[in-house]
Nanobody, 123 residues
């Protein structure tokens, strides 16, 4: 099993920045890739960004490309999501996820999930 704990959410004005962290513990050697997803009230959970655990290649949703950056620190078993130029439509609960054998945007292929952290962007 892999346990994931997110932190770093909060309230920020439009145009501001936040950095989310996701600390992984447990059988982290099983992780092939990690991703960030978000879910706004009344909407489906959507993909935000993903990163391969080894090699560090990244993949972004078009809606955040150029504004958000995903990175990882293998020594700390932690993945980050730096969010710049935030918009009110970025408001959502942000979830970290880990996959044993997948790298990409599909929610269904991630095996472990964190509890989520709220990000609210005011206009």
């Amino acid at each position: 099993q892999v346990q994931l704990v997110e932190s770093g959410g909060g309230l920020v004005q439009a145009g501001g920045s936040l950095r989310l962290s996701c600390a992984a513990s447990g059988r982290t050697f099983n992780i092939y890739a990690m991703g960030w997803f978000r879910q706004a009230p009344g909407k489906d959970r959507e993909f935000v960004a993903a990163i391969r655990w080894s090699g560090g290649s990244t993949y972004y949703a078009d809606s955040v490309k150029g504004r958000f950056t995903i990175s990882r620190d293998n020594a700390k078993n932690t993945v980050y999501l730096q969010m710049n130029r935030l918009k009110p439509e970025d408001t959502a609960v942000y979830y970290c996820a880990a996959a044993r054998s997948y790298y990409g945007p599909s929610t269904y292929n991630y095996d472990y999930w964190g509890q989520g952290t709220q990000v609210t962007v005011s206009s």
